[in-house]
């Protein structure tokens, strides 16, 4: 009786010692800042949620750190409010105690949220949307990445594609903000040297109920197409339906921030033949992701869904390289697994890629986007040629 007392005792303190192990695990912060209200909020929630894919495929695997898990913690840039996005950015890291953010989305968000909390904080951010070309140049510290390319090289890749179809006069309009100017300049440049005419270059503001008077004054402008730089939810649609529906113009170019399921849905069959161009991917990195995330019940095939599995899946590893959590280490080990030399890392990996650095050995994340950050910390990248048909987004090519 007494030796099977002892086993009971035995087994019960070995259970209280296991349950304390586990709640003892330390919880690791990263931020996902994101738009979940505003312009592209029909696109953030599959962002957000390709990003926990990364963070729960690390911590399933057991390896991170010393048995640390990562949490995330999503707060809201609204897009194209700063000063909402920075208190977000600020409650993030002063209260949440994030150790870095995946975030932010849009380009006038993110670099008010670089340039007043994380780099002042030295907090890392790697944005997997934000793609103005100013971005480029912020003065960073070392602190700021992205896993989408720069507008520089979109505005040459939709020059490229719209030139190949013996386009040759377009009118633009473009969201008054950081992205759509930013975007608009690259492809102006892009297009005339190219020899293209611009009838009208013509910002439009989001948030509008009527653009009728927009449309007016590119409709009077004319061109063989209408180029929208603007956003899926907001004035882009807006834009569009009231092209459509005065019969200013039939056919339209989208740029990055209009690919969307809602745009489809929203104007139906007169988008047809629209063509445009968005950061994508291909390849044996690009499967591995649609295997992952469809396994957890995540839909891949969307805008910056990819990008943000990265970013946070970046985020993680150098943390590993690192061997700590702490905010000041990350920055200087983004790159070192990131890049070559190392062993290819694929989405599912993760697991795998934390071990090999564990034991002392280089990884070069492939990704789901092929991953080869360049210059400051930046995204060369792949763009998708689209076009509209039946109601759907088909691909003609990967540029």
Known sequence: MRSKLIKILTASAAGIALTAGVAAAQEVKIGILLGYTGPIETLTPAMAESAELALKEVNDSGQFLNGEKLVGVRADSTCIDSAAATAAAERLINTDSVVAIMGADCSGVTTAVANNVAIPNGVVMISPSATSPALTDIQDNGLFFRTAPSDARQGQVLTDILIGKDIKTVAITY????????????????????GGKITINAPHEDGKGDYSAEVGALAAAGGDLLVVFGYADQGGVGIIRSAV????????????????????????????GTIGSVPWSEGEGADAFVAASTAAGVNPDGSFRRESYDAAALIAMAMQ???????????????????????????????????????????????????????????????????????????????
Do not use: C, W
């Not at 039939?250 to 007169?270: H, N, Q, T, Y």
């Not at 210059?375 to 540029?399: N, S």
């Open 175 to 194: 969201t008054n903000n950081d992205y759509g100017k930013g975007l608009s300049d690259s492809f102006s440049a892009a297009y005339q040297a190219a």
């Open 245 to 272: 529906d005065t019969g200013a113009f039939s056919r339209f170019a989208l740029g990055d921030g209009m690919f969307a399921e809602s745009l489809i849905a929203a104007i139906g069959a007169p988008l047809n």
């Open 321 to 399: 390289k690192a061997g700590t959590t702490d905010r000041a280490a990350i920055k200087d080990h983004v790159l070192d697994v990131a890049n070559a030399p190392g062993e290819k890392i694929l989405p599912g990996q993760l697991g795998k890629a934390l071990e090999l650095i564990k034991a002392g050995q280089d990884v070069d994340y492939v990704g789901a986007t092929n991953v080869e950050l360049i210059g400051p910390g930046e995204a060369a990248g792949t763009y998708r040629e689209y076009e509209v048909k039946d109601g759907k987004y088909e691909t003609i090519q990967f540029r």
